[in-house]
C-alpha cells in the first residue's frame, strides 16, 4: 500500500473528529429535549437501516443530494461562491415537467429530452451570475442569491398558473404522463432510474476533473488564479465553462428528481438542494468521487431524522444544527491546527 | 558596553516544514546600529519577526535588561519599547499622516476623536527629530521616502528604544537614503538602538558599528564592522567566494526576437511605472535589465508575456504583435517565463510538482490524446524532469509547497525551459535559493543562449547579471537610462550611479539596445 | 395604468416604503460595519431569522418590550458569535460560515419553535408584542409630509439615527477608525500592535445587533409574531444595498431606501391584480438591476480615470 502523505493522514484525523463532534452534539440536544431520548437516538442512527423500504428512501435522496453535490464541487472548483444552482433545481424540475405535459413523445425519449432540457435550462441559470461578473465585476454570491428568487417566482407562475390542475386541489401540474416518468428500479422502494443517470455523471464528472485537460486547468484556476493566467490558462474561459458544467448537473438533478419522485409538479418554494450542494461539496472536499459518499452520509442522517421525528417529539429540523456544525468545522483550516503543528515538527526533527 | 538585548537559541519551524531559524543567538549593545545581514531566506526576518512578536519560535529565550521576556505580539513589543520599520510599509493608505503616526495610541478622548490634538501630537515628535512632513497629507499622495519617514515615526512615537530597519534602502533613491542615514544618526545620539536589516555592504560599511551574519538559518558569526572586509562579510554570507564563474563564449548576436516600441504601462493605481520604453532583443544573446526593485521591471515583464495589456505602445515577436494576444497564443510563439514572485504566480502551492511541472503542456501531443490526459506519460516524463533538474522530492506527487525555495525554482525553471522556448525571461531566476541551485539555472541559461534563444534576464544581483548577460539595460523610474552593450566592461559601482539615477546616459547612447 | 401612477404619490403608499426599508436599512448597516473591518457577513440572513424568532417568543413569554428586544438581539447574536468563532478562530472561510450559518438558523429557527411552542409554523400560540408607532408632534399636522414621516413604528427612526449612529462611530471615534484600519491594512494594524481578530470580532457583534434590530422589527413591528419563511432573502438584499452603498452608510440607506421602494411597489401591484409571482420577484429583480447598474458605473469611470492619466504622460 502506498504511504499516506503527511497531510492526507492529517486530514483523517480532522474528518472523524469533526464527525464525532457534531454526533456528540446531536446527542447532547436530543438528551435536552426529548422525553424519550433514547428511542429517538435508536431511530436517528438505526432508522434508515431499519427496512428496505425506509433504506430506499436514503439511496432516493442520496441521488438528489450527488447531483447537486456535483454541481456546487464543479463550481467551487473555480473559487466562485456561485449559489445558483439552487434556482437550477427548481427551475429545471418545474420545466422539464411542462416539457412533458405539453407533448406526448413515447417513453425513454420523453424522459430523456425532458432532463436534457432540464440540464440546459440550469446550465443557462448558473451562468447568468458568472457572465454578470465577468461583464460588470457584479459579486456572484449576492447576484446568485437574487437570481434564485427570481428564477422561482417566474417558473412557479407558469406551474400555477399555466400548468395547473385545478382538480388537484392546491397548486400542482396536470399529472405527469407514465411514459415521461423514470421506471423504478428495485421493487419495494421508489429507487427511480436516475441513479443510473447519477452513476454515469459520477464516472462522467471524475474522469472530467481528473482525466481531462479543462479538469486539470479547473483545478488550477482554482487552487490560484494568478497562477493559472501565467501559465496561460484562459481562466475566465474555465470559470464560465465550470458554471456551465454545474448549472447543467444541476439542472440534470431537478429534472431527475421530478421525472423520478413525484406524480405532479408541486415545489412552492427553492427546494434548498443547492445549499444541501454545498454541504455535500464541502464533505466531499470538492472532488466528484468522494461526492456519493457525501451525499450518503448525509441522506442518511437526513432521513434518520424524519424517521426521529415521525416516532417522537424531536423534529427533524435539529439535523440542521449537526449538518452547519460539521461543514464549518470541515472546512475550518485552524480546526486542530495545534496538533497538526506538534505532529509536523515531530516528523521534521524525527526525519533529521 | 553591555548587552541590553539578548535572544537565546532560537528555533522556528514554519507549518510548511521548512525551518527558518535553528538555534539562533543574536545580542545587541545599547546605542549601536547593528547589521544584519544574510542571502533570502537565510532566516534574518524571522528572527526579527520573532523579536517584534509577529511570529512565535517553536523554542527560545528572549532577555531584555537581563530580564527573560514573553513576546505573543506586536502589543508586547511596542510595550518594551520595539519599534519595527517593515520593508512593506504597514501604513494605511486612505488616512492621513498624522492619522497614522498616532495610530494605536491616539491621544483625547476614544468616543470623539479630534483630529487638531493628533495632528500636533504628530508635529511634536516629527520636530524633535528633525523630520519635515506634512501631516496633513493622505498617504498615498505620499513618495515612497517619506512613507518610510511615517513609518520610523509610528515606532518612536510609541516610544521605541530599539528600531528594527527591515531592508530600509531597497527602496530609497540615493537621496533618501542619505537623508535616512542623517536621520539615523540623529536617533542614534538620542540614545536609539538599531537593529539594521540589509545586504548592502557599502551601506552597512558606513553606518553601522557592528553586524550580525546569518546564513542557512543559522548564525555564522559577529563583528565589529570596522574588523571585517566587505569580501569577508560576503564570503560569511554565501559561504564561500562568491565568484559566479560562469563559463561562456562571447556572445554572437543573431536575428531580432523580440522588439519594444514606445511601451507605456500604467499600474493598478493608475500611476505610468513604465513610461515609452523601447528596445531589441536578438537571437543567441543574453539582454540584462538591471535596476532598484519597483522600477518597473515588473510592468515590463507582465506586458511582454500578456499578464497586463500595454496601455500604448507595440511589442513584436517573431515580427508578430503580440500587445492583445493571450497569455496562451504567446507561450506557444515560443515565449517563456520565469516570473519574479515564485510563490505567489509561479506555483500553485496546493498542487502537485508534477501537476506544476504540467501546467503549461496542456497542448502537447505528447501528453494529452484529444483533451485526455496521457497519465502514465505525464508521470514518467514529470519524474524525468525531477532527475534531469536534480529536484529533490521523493515524488512527482508531492504538493509542491512541501519543497525548499530552491527546489520550487527548479521545477518552474524544468517546465520554462524545456518547452522549446527561443524566448526567455527570466525574473530574479536564482532569488533566495542556494548556490548549486543558482548555478545549475545559470549553466541552463547559457546552453539555451548557445541554442540560439534569446534571454531576458532580470536581477537585483549585481555580480550575477553582469556575469551572465552579454548585454545590459539600466531601468531607472521607468525608463531606461543606460545601455552597455559589453556587460563585462562596467563595473557595479558604475551600474549603481544609473540604478540610483544619478547618472543617466544621453538619449543617443541609450538608443542604441534598438538597434 | 393611471391608477398605478396614483398610487405611487399616495401619502400611504409613501408611508410604505419607509416601513418595508426598515429591516433592510439596519441589514445593510450591518453589512457596512462588518465590510468595513473587513468580514464579510454573509450570515445576515440567519441573524434576522434567530432574532426574529428569539424577540417573538421573548415578548410573548415575558410579555414585555423590553426584554423582548433583548431576546431578539440575544438570538441574533448567537449566530454572529458563532460566525466570528468560526470565521476568526477556526480560520473557516468567512463566506462557507456564513452559507452554513444560514442553513443552520433556517433549520434551526424551526427546531427551536417546535421545542419551545410546539408548533412548527409561527408564533400564532403566543400573545406577541410591537414596538409602538409615534406620531411626531408639529411633523404630523404637515399635510402629505406628516402622513409620510410620522407614525411610523419605532423602530423605523431608530433605523434612520442608526445611519448617523453609524456614521459617527466610523469616522469619529477610535473604535471606527480601528476597524476600518483592520479592513483596509490588516498589517498595518498588526504593526501598532492592534488586535485584528478582535476587532473583527467587535464588528461581527455590533453587526450582529444591528442585523437583530432588522429582525426585531420584522416579527415585532412589520408583522406580529414570528412565521416561518419571514425573513426571505432580506440579508442578502441588505449585502447588495451596501455594495451598492459602497459601504458607507449614507449611500447605502439611498440604496436600501431603492430596494424598499421596489418592495414597496410590488404590494401596490398585488393590489393591482398583477399575478403574484411577478409581484413578488421586483424587489429581487430590481437589486440585481441595481448591482450591475453599479457595477458598471463603478468600472467605467475607472476606464475614463485610466484613460485621462494615460494622455496626460
Redesign the interface.
Known amino acids: 500500500m502506498r504511504k499516506l502523505s503527511f497531510d492526507s493522514k492529517f486530514e483523517i484525523i480532522r474528518f472523524s473528529v469533526a464527525i464525532l463532534i457534531a454526533l456528540l452534539l446531536s446527542f447532547i440536544i436530543i438528551l435536552l429535549v426529548s422525553d424519550t431520548p433514547f428511542l429517538a437516538l435508536q431511530k436517528l442512527y438505526l432508522g434508515p437501516i431499519e427496512n428496505l423500504r425506509r433504506f430506499g428512501n436514503v439511496i432516493e435522496l442520496a441521488i438528489t443530494l450527488s447531483f447537486a453535490g456535483l454541481s456546487i464541487a464543479i463550481i467551487f472548483s473555480s473559487n466562485e461562491f456561485n449559489l445558483a444552482s439552487e434556482g437550477a433545481f427548481y427551475a429545471s424540475g418545474a420545466v422539464a415537467a411542462m416539457f412533458v405535459l405539453s407533448n406526448s413523445l413515447p417513453a425513454i425519449i420523453s424522459p430523456f429530452l425532458s432532463i436534457l432540457l432540464g440540464g440546459v435550462v440550469g446550465a443557462v441559470i448558473v451562468t447568468i451570475p458568472a457572465v454578470l461578473k465577468k461583464k460588470w465585476g457584479a459579486s456572484e454570491l449576492v447576484s446568485s442569491l437574487m437570481l434564485n428568487f427570481i428564477v422561482l417566482y417566474f417558473a412557479r407562475y407558469f406551474i400555477n398558473n399555466v400548468f395547473k390542475d385545478p382538480s388537484a386541489g392546491y397548486n400542482a401540474t396536470y399529472l405527469l404522463p407514465e411514459t415521461a416518468k423514470l421506471s423504478k428500479i428495485v421493487s419495494g422502494t421508489r429507487i427511480h432510474s436516475g441513479l443510473i443517470i447519477l452513476i454515469v455523471t459520477v464516472i462522467a464528472c471524475v474522469l472530467f476533473m481528473e482525466k481531462t485537460k479543462w479538469g486539470f486547468e479547473l483545478t488550477q484556476v482554482g487552487r490560484n488564479r494568478q497562477f493559472a493566467k501565467y501559465v496561460g490558462i484562459n481562466t475566465s474561459a474555465i470559470v464560465i465553462m465550470s458554471q456551465v458544467l454545474g448549472g447543467f448537473i444541476a439542472g440534470v438533478g431537478g429534472a431527475v428528481e421530478t421525472l423520478g419522485m413525484y406524480t405532479r409538479f408541486q415545489w412552492q418554494s427553492l427546494p434548498g438542494y443547492g445549499f444541501d450542494g454545498v454541504i455535500v461539496a464541502i464533505l466531499a472536499k470538492n472532488k466528484p468521487r468522494y461526492v456519493p459518499i457525501a451525499a450518503f452520509f448525509l441522506a442518511y442522517i437526513r432521513i434518520g431524522a424524519d424517521k426521529m421525528a415521525t416516532s417522537t417529539d424531536v423534529t427533524s429540523e435539529m439535523i440542521a444544527i449537526i449538518q452547519g456544525i460539521i461543514i464549518m468545522l470541515v472546512a475550518a483550516t485552524a480546526f486542530l491546527s495545534n496538533t497538526r503543528q506538534k505532529m509536523l515538527v515531530k516528523e521534521v526533527r524525527n526525519n533529521g | 558596553m553591555k548587552d541590553i538585548l539578548r535572544m537565546e537559541n532560537i528555533n522556528k519551524i514554519y507549518p510548511n516544514g521548512v525551518i527558518a531559524n535553528n538555534n539562533v543567538n543574536f545580542s545587541l549593545r545599547e546605542g549601536e546600529i547593528h547589521a544584519l545581514v544574510g542571502e533570502n531566506g537565510a532566516g534574518k526576518s524571522t528572527l526579527m519577526k520573532i523579536l517584534f512578536g509577529i511570529e512565535k519560535p517553536t523554542d527560545g529565550k528572549i532577555f531584555y535588561q537581563d530580564e527573560e521576556l514573553t513576546i505573543d505580539s506586536p502589543l508586547d513589543a511596542i510595550k518594551y519599547g520595539f519599534g519595527m520599520v517593515h520593508q512593506h510599509f504597514m501604513l494605511v493608505e486612505s488616512m492621513s499622516v498624522a492619522e497614522n503616526i498616532v495610530l494605536g495610541s491616539e491621544p483625547g478622548s476614544s468616543w470623539n476623536l479630534d483630529s487638531s490634538i493628533q495632528e500636533a501630537q504628530a508635529k511634536e515628535i516629527i520636530d524633535k527629530y528633525h523630520f519635515q512632513i506634512n501631516v496633513k497629507e493622505k498617504i498615498s499622495d505620499l513618495s515612497i521616502g517619506l512613507r518610510q519617514k511615517v513609518e520610523i515615526l509610528k515606532a518612536l512615537f510609541k516610544g521605541a528604544k530599539i528600531l528594527i530597519l527591515d531592508e530600509p534602502t531597497a527602496v530609497l533613491t540615493p537621496q533618501e537614503t542619505v537623508e535616512l542615514f542623517e536621520q539615523l544618526r540623529i536617533l542614534k545620539a538620542q540614545g536609539h538602538t538599531i537593529i539594521f536589516i540589509s545586504h548592502k555592504l557599502t551601506e552597512i560599511k558606513e553606518i553601522c558599528d557592528r553586524i550580525t551574519i546569518m546564513r542557512d538559518a543559522t548564525n555564522v558569526g559577529v563583528y565589529d564592522v570596522e574588523s571585517v572586509t566587505k569580501e569577508e562579510i560576503s564570503d560569511l554570507m554565501v559561504g564561500k567566494s562568491m565568484d559566479w564563474n560562469i563559463h561562456k563564449t562571447p556572445a554572437i548576436s543573431g536575428d531580432t526576437l523580440l522588439e519594444v516600441k514606445d511601451l507605456t504601462v500604467l499600474n493598478e493605481a493608475n500611476i505610468p511605472t513604465l513610461k515609452h520604453v523601447s528596445f531589441k532583443l536578438h537571437r543567441s544573446t543574453i539582454l540584462g535589465v538591471v535596476g532598484i526593485e519597483g522600477n518597473g521591471q515588473k510592468e515590463l515583464v507582465d506586458s511582454i508575456t500578456g499578464l497586463t495589456k500595454a496601455d500604448s505602445g507595440e511589442i513584436l515577436f517573431k515580427n508578430e504583435l503580440i500587445n492583445s494576444m493571450s497569455v496562451n497564443d504567446i507561450r506557444s510563439l515560443g515565449l517563456a517565463h520565469i516570473p519574479g514572485d515564485r510563490m505567489e504566480r509561479g506555483i500553485a502551492a496546493d498542487s502537485s510538482i508534477e501537476e506544476n511541472m504540467f501546467a503549461t503542456y496542456t497542448n502537447d501531443n505528447k501528453l494529452v490524446n484529444k483533451n485526455f490526459l496521457k497519465t502514465k506519460e505525464i508521470n514518467k516524463w514529470s519524474n524525468n524532469l525531477i532527475s534531469e533538474f536534480h529536484v529533490k522530492a521523493s515524488s512527482s506527487n508531492v504538493p509542491i509547497k512541501m519543497l525548499s525555495g530552491g527546489n520550487i525554482q527548479k521545477v518552474i525553471v524544468a517546465r520554462e525551459f524545456t518547452s522549446n522556448c527561443d524566448c526567455i525571461i527570466a525574473n530574479q531566476p536564482t532569488r533566495g535559493i542556494d548556490i548549486g541551485a543558482a548555478k545549475f539555472i545559470h549553466k541552463k541559461l547559457v546552453e539555451l543562449r548557445d541554442k540560439n534563444a534569446a534571454v531576458l534576464l532580470l536581477s537585483a544581483d549585481l555580480s550575477e547579471i553582469k556575469s551572465l548577460s552579454d548585454s545590459l539595460l539600466v531601468i531607472y523610474n521607468g525608463q531606461f537610462v543606460a545601455y552597455f552593450e559589453d556587460a563585462s566592461k562596467v563595473s557595479e559601482e558604475e551600474l549603481g550611479k544609473y540604478m540610483l539615477g544619478i547618472e543617466k546616459q544621453t538619449e543617443l547612447e541609450i538608443k542604441r539596445c534598438e538597434r | 395604468m393611471d391608477n398605478f401612477l396614483s398610487y405611487l404619490i399616495d401619502p400611504e403608499f409613501l408611508y410604505s416604503v419607509f416601513r418595508v426599508t426598515t429591516p433592510l436599512l439596519f441589514a445593510a448597516l450591518a453589512s457596512v460595519v462588518a465590510e468595513n473591518a473587513g468580514a464579510s457577513n ?1 450570515a445576515l440572513e440567519g441573524i434576522m431569522i434567530f432574532s426574529a424568532l428569539f424577540g417573538a417568543i421573548g415578548s410573548g413569554i415575558t410579555q414585555s418590550l423590553t426584554l423582548g428586544l433583548l431576546f431578539a438581539i440575544c438570538g441574533g447574536l448567537i449566530i454572529s458569535l ?1 460566525l466570528a468563532y ?1 470565521a476568526l ?5 468567512i ?3 456564513g ?6 438558523a ?3 429557527s ?2 427551536l419553535l ?2 419551545i411552542l410546539g408548533d ?1 409554523g409561527s408564533t400564532s400560540a403566543l400573545q406577541c408584542l410591537t414596538f409602538p408607532t409615534i406620531n411626531i408632534p408639529i411633523i404630523e399636522n404637515i399635510p402629505f409630509v406628516g402622513e409620510i414621516i410620522s407614525g411610523q413604528n419605532l423602530l423605523t427612526y431608530i433605523a434612520f439615527i442608526m445611519v448617523w449612529v453609524v456614521f459617527y462611530l466610523l469616522y ?4 471606527g ?1 480601528y476597524l ?2 483592520v479592513g ?2 490588516p ?2 494594524a ?6 485584528v481578530r478582535k476587532l473583527k470580532l467587535t464588528a461581527l457583534l455590533i453587526s450582529g445587533v444591528l442585523a437583530s434590530l432588522g429582525g426585531a422589527f420584522l416579527s415585532m413591528g412589520y408583522m406580529s409574531g414570528f412565521s416561518r ?1 419571514m425573513v ?2 432580506r440579508g ?2 441588505a ?2 444595498a451596501a ?1 451598492m452603498g459602497m459601504l458607507s452608510p449614507v449611500p447605502t440607506m439611498i440604496a436600501a431606501i431603492i430596494f424598499g421602494f421596489a418592495d414597496a411597489v410590488s404590494n401596490i401591484l398585488a393590489a393591482l391584480r398583477i ?1 403574484d ?2 409581484v ?2 421586483i424587489p ?2 430590481v ?2 438591476i441595481g ?2 447598474v453599479f ?2 458605473i ?2 467605467s469611470s475607472e476606464k475614463k ?2 484613460k485621462k ?2 494622455s496626460s ?1
Open positions: 454573509i458563532l468560526f478562530y477556526l480560520k473557516t472561510d463566506i462557507l460560515s452559507i452554513a450559518l444560514n442553513t443552520l433556517s433549520g434551526g424551526v427546531f417546535y421545542v412548527k469619529h471615534t477610535k473604535l477608525k476600518r484600519v483596509e491594512s498589517q498595518a498588526e504593526s501598532v500592535g492592534l488586535d419563511g426571505s432573502g442578502f438584499i449585502l447588495a455594495a399575478p409571482e411577478f413578488k420577484l429581487y429583480l437589486t440585481i448591482l450591475i457595477s458598471q463603478r468600472s480615470r485610466r492619466v494615460l504622460t
